[in-house]
C-alpha cells in the first residue's frame, strides 16, 4: 500500500525552539490529519484539516493543507518537553470510503 | 468515558498458535479498522469495517482474520499463517454518517510477540 513522505524522519530540539515538519504524496488527498503518538499507547488525533489552504491551529500547533493537496506541513511553536513523541500525518484520498494513507513518522526530542 | 479499549497490552504467541486481539468501542462508531505498526514506519491497514457483518481487506490481509458480529466489537485474530506476527496494533474507530471525511480515534494497542 501507499505511504506518504514525510520528513525529517527525526528531530531533537532545544525547549523553547519552533519545529515544522511536513508530508508530500504523489496523489491529491481531500483530507490531511496529524496524529501525535507516544511510547506505548495509540496515535492522538491533533488537527484535522479538510479543504486546500486551511490553515488550523490547536494551541502551540499549527498545520497547512497544501494548495496542490498534495502536502500539508505541522509546526509546534516554542517546544516543550512533553512534545516529545512521534508525529504521523496521514491522507485520504478522493476516494468514497475513509481508508487513510500514513507516513511513516517524525520523532521529536526535547532537551530541557 | 468514551473511548477504544484495546486488550491484552502484551501478547505472546507460541509457534503454530492463532491469537486474538480484542478492541471494543463506546462511541457508537459505525467504522472499526486494525493496523499493524513496525519500527520506522507508518501504520499499514490489516482490515476494516464499515457496517456489522461486514469487512474488507486492507493492505495486508494475509494472515489475519476478523468479525463484527456487534457495532461496539472487532476482534482480530493473528493466525499462524501469519509468519512474522511481531508487531504493534492498533485498533481504531470512526463515525460514518457525517459524511466521509471523519477522523479515526485510536486505541492504545496491543504488542504481539513470538515465544
Known amino acids: 500500500g501507499q505511504q506518504l513522505n514525510q520528513s525529517p524522519q527525526s528531530m531533537f530540539i532545544q525547549e523553547g525552539e519552533d519545529v515544522s515538519m511536513n508530508c508530500t504524496s504523489s496523489?491529491?488527498?481531500?483530507?490531511w490529519l496529524w496524529y501525535k503518538q507516544e511510547p506505548g499507547e495509540g496515535p492522538v488525533l491533533l488537527i484535522a484539516?479538510?479543504?486546500?489552504?486551511e490553515l488550523t491551529s490547536n494551541g502551540r500547533l499549527t498545520a497547512q493543507f497544501g494548495i496542490t493537496r498534495k502536502d500539508s506541513f505541522l509546526n509546534i511553536s516554542a517546544s516543550i518537553p512533553s512534545d516529545v513523541g512521534i508525529y504521523f500525518c496521514?491522507?485520504?484520498?478522493?476516494?468514497?470510503?475513509?481508508?487513510?494513507?500514513f507516513g511513516t513518522g517524525t520523532r521529536l526530542l526535547v532537551s530541557p | 468515558d468514551g473511548g477504544i479499549t484495546q486488550s491484552p497490552k502484551y501478547l505472546f504467541r507460541k509457534e503454530g498458535q492463532n491469537v486474538t486481539l480484542s478492541c471494543e468501542q463506546n462511541l457508537n462508531h459505525d467504522a472499526m479498522y486494525w493496523y499493524r505498526q513496525d519500527p520506522g514506519q507508518g501504520l499499514r491497514l490489516i482490515y476494516y469495517s464499515q457496517i456489522v457483518n461486514d469487512f474488507q481487506k486492507g493492505d495486508i490481509a494475509e494472515g489475519y482474520s476478523v468479525s463484527r458480529e456487534k457495532k461496539e466489537s472487532f476482534p482480530l485474530t493473528v493466525t499462524s499463517a501469519q509468519k512474522n506476527p511481531t508487531a504493534f496494533y492498533l485498533c481504531a474507530s470512526s463515525i460514518l454518517d457525517r459524511g466521509p471525511n471523519q477522523p479515526q480515534h485510536f486505541g492504545d494497542g496491543t504488542r504481539l510477540s513470538i515465544l
Open positions: 496523489s491529491i488527498f481531500n483530507t
Open positions: 484539516l479538510y479543504k486546500a489552504g
Open positions: 496521514a491522507g485520504r484520498m478522493n476516494t468514497g470510503f475513509q481508508k487513510l494513507v
